[in-house]
């Protein structure tokens, strides 16, 4: 695709640019979720109601927005007050720290935040901090490679945060800004294939990192730099992030049916591992396949096509049901042979949100693949699949996970969820995996795509397969007492805590609030509403919000960290 053609794309209305963009923010998402806005007309994409509460009025509705924006003014004021120039707010001591390269993170990236809440006073004290910044190297940095900005990292909180803000208020100094940091992060582009190096010295152009990367860190770029080259003008940068997709394209990943794996030779663009992941280290890259798609005006069908072979190949690889409460869940492949890890991240629970955007802004269909090239295990998920209306799976799917991504929240007795659990999956004695590599695979669980098929042959009675009405089981006082009992695996609950921490995340509320915003359901924002006075019970501080150490714990034991 060329930057022409993305010129001609260039919406008149904010709509597809802004949606794409808002996204990229989480913190935008958040803030929208709470802000009354006009409601989409219900869609219940279940074969039953989900929801028969008398709904919340309004008025009510209206009080909870300002709670909400009190929050951020809360958080933000404790960072004015004892954080800023720095990067973020150590919220127990009241003291900082520069983790993001020292040049005021929490700045940048609460700017389009400020603008969709109309804290007007908050944006124009900011404005001056992002005129200052001189993106060069700061001593002071925390990392071990203080005079390199990863690129990853500053491409997503800092360039994102300065183009977000300006596509919602179009102050000239933010476009400025954000031009000047594009063209400093540039030489993390000179590579053999054009894939990022890890970190740059932004005032001598050297760069750093290994001869390896992983998949996130790669091509979780273009949305920003395409969206640059548009309002800029400048070529340059809308060719960098293209070359990127271009290698991408043409990489031989037809062994794992079209979907990106998780590492990379930076010099020759060819996939390191066969590991598949949605979770750490490639969630953000399936994301932006999306999300490209739709800031170029539904023109660029080469992320299209990449979105539909890997989303084909995550409900026919990845997507498991859990052994007692048919929870859905999404999992990792960490060897060749593609065993599943049935580990469940926190981060992929941005995934039902993906899904559920992608259903509601695109008439998904398996007519939509390019069937050339795809290779028997690509094929293998197209015979899965192509019997299926694929919209409403990924309608079925999106929903059936951000329950799930919801329980691991209200199973805590803080009501926050961890960052990883580890899920026991229903057993199948028969073998779970076909195609290219079966002699070599192990069966374990029961894949959702296999689960399916059995509802389906069986006459589609009761709920799909990881979807229904599922309740909250919280853990027990005398459960939270017995370290044997929190290690086994929990055959009430259908998972065992692995990582009892909770970062303040916002993957779950970013995909409930679009679940609240595609359906309609009034549920989803409930459960929202739920996870916000959480947040606001167990981690509020006299001058921000902390991370918490132990989400089984209430009330919380709290950690010296608020990170964006």
């Not at 919602?168 to 933010?174: D, G, N, Q, R, T």
């Amino acid at each position: 695709m060329s930057l022409s053609l993305l010129e001609s794309c260039k919406p008149r209305r904010w709509t597809t640019r802004h949606l794409a963009f808002a996204t990229v923010v989480v913190l935008a998402l958040i803030t929208l979720y709470y802000t009354a806005l006009p409601q989409a007309p219900p869609e219940h994409w279940s074969t039953e109601p989900s929801f028969e509460q008398i709904p919340t009025p309004p008025e009510v509705w209206q009080r909870r927005t300002e709670q909400v924006k009190q929050a951020f003014r809360h958080a933000y004021a404790g960072y004015e007050r004892h954080a800023m120039p720095h990067d973020e707010l150590l919220p127990l001591t009241n003291s900082s720290k520069n983790n993001f390269n020292g040049w005021a993170v929490t700045v940048f990236d609460s700017l389009d935040t400020m603008i969709l809440m109309g804290l007007n006073d908050e944006f124009a004290r900011a404005l001056p901090v992002v005129a200052a910044a001189d993106f060069m190297p700061n001593p002071h940095v925390t990392s071990k490679l203080k005079n390199y900005a990863p690129f990853f990292e500053t491409v997503i909180r800092y360039l994102g945060g300065l183009l977000a803000a300006y596509a919602l208020s179009h102050e000239p100094i933010l476009l400025q800004r954000a031009d000047d940091l594009g063209r400093l992060l540039s030489p993390a582009f000179n590579t053999t294939s054009g894939f990022p190096m890890f970190g740059v010295n932004t005032a001598n152009g050297t760069v750093t990192g290994g001869s390896t990367g992983i998949l996130a860190e790669i091509a979780s770029c273009q949305l920003e730099y395409s969206y640059l080259a548009l309002m800029t003008g400048n070529k340059d940068h809308f060719d960098k992030a293209d070359t990127i997709m271009k290698s991408l394209a043409r990489a031989n990943v037809t062994a794992l049916g079209g979907m990106l794996p998780r590492r990379w030779n930076l010099q020759t663009a060819k996939p390191a591992d066969d590991a598949l992941s949605v979770g750490a280290a490639a969630d953000s890259a399936h994301e932006y396949l999306l999300k490209q798609y739709l800031l170029t005006a539904k023109t660029d069908r080469t992320s299209y096509q990449m979105y539909l072979r890997a989303t084909n190949e995550i409900l026919t690889r990845l997507l498991y049901v859990s052994e007692n409460r048919d929870l859905l869940y999404v999992t990792d492949t960490t060897r060749a042979n593609f065993i599943p890890s049935h580990r469940f991240e926190h981060l992929s629970c941005f995934l039902p949100g993906l899904l559920a955007l992608g259903a509601d802004q695109l008439d998904i269909s398996m007519n939509h693949l390019d069937l050339g090239g795809l290779g028997p295990e690509g094929r293998r998920a197209y015979e899965l699949l192509k019997d299926y209306d694929l919209r409403t799976l990924h309608k079925w799917v999106a929903e059936g996970l951000a329950t799930t991504c919801y329980l691991m929240y209200a199973d805590q007795p803080t009501g926050l969820g961890p960052d990883e659990v580890r899920m026991l999956p229903k057993q199948d004695s028969s073998r779970s995996f076909q195609g290219q590599r079966a002699k070599s695979m192990v069966p374990t669980g029961r894949l959702w795509v296999n689960e399916m098929r059995k509802w389906r042959d069986g006459g589609e009675h009761g709920w799909p397969p990881g979807l229904g009405d599922k309740k909250p089981v919280r853990y027990t006082l005398e459960e939270m007492q017995n370290s044997k009992t929190r290690g086994a695996k929990n055959q009430v609950r259908d998972y065992t805590l692995g990582r009892t921490d909770y970062l303040l995340r916002p993957e779950t509320l970013e995909s409930i609030y679009i679940m609240w915003r595609t359906t309609g359901d009034p549920i989803w924002r409930e459960r929202g509403w739920a996870i916000f006075e959480a947040l606001e019970r167990e981690t509020k501080t006299d001058s921000g919000y902390a991370s918490v150490h132990n989400v089984l714990i209430s009330p919380a034991p709290l950690d010296d960290d608020m990170p964006r």
